[in-house]
């Protein structure tokens, strides 16, 4: 499995101006089949425990940082612009010191390299 960390900043986005428009999109996702999509509020000294992923999923942080890590327990920081996608049955952790606000999207179908460069890579044995 690989431990992926992707950015939807404003500089991984394009500049929209058809219909007068003035504003970046940073594309994340699209999918084929159903997506379930949350949003997931950690205070300080937050955690979301250590766990098997049932579905791939894609943990967009929209405010705030932390650290996460997969089935190895090296710890990768993450923070607001940045996105961790882990594989079905993959192994993971979450957790934060100051706070973290982020959005979850779980679908069978993910596949975000199609749509955000790739920040950090880490092959898992």
Same mark, same amino acid.
């Given at each position: 499995m ?17 219909y007068d ?16 999509i949350?949003?997931?509020h ?5 955690? %979301? ?5 049932v579905i =791939?999923?894609?943990?967009?942080? +929209? ?5 996460? !890590? ?14 961790v ?10 957790k934060?010191k ?5 959005? %979850? ?6 596949t =975000?390299?199609?749509f955000?460069p +790739?920040?950090?890579s880490?092959?898992? !044995?």
């Amino acid at each position: 499995m690989i431990l992926k960390i992707f950015r939807f900043d404003a500089d991984a986005g394009k500049r929209v101006t058809k219909y007068d428009s003035d504003f970046i999109m940073s594309r994340i996702v699209q999918t084929e089949k159903a997506s379930y999509i949350g949003c997931m509020h950690l205070k300080s000294g937050g955690v %979301v425990g250590y766990h098997q992923a049932v579905i =791939p999923q894609l943990l967009l942080v +929209v405010d705030g940082e932390g650290v996460v !890590r997969g089935q190895e327990n090296s710890w990768v920081q993450v923070r607001t612009g940045e996105a961790v996608f882990w594989e079905r049955d993959e192994w993971h952790e979450t957790k934060t010191k100051k706070g973290l606000t982020a959005i %979850v999207i779980e679908s069978e179908t993910l596949t =975000p390299e199609d749509f955000m460069p +790739v920040k950090y890579s880490h092959h898992l !044995r």
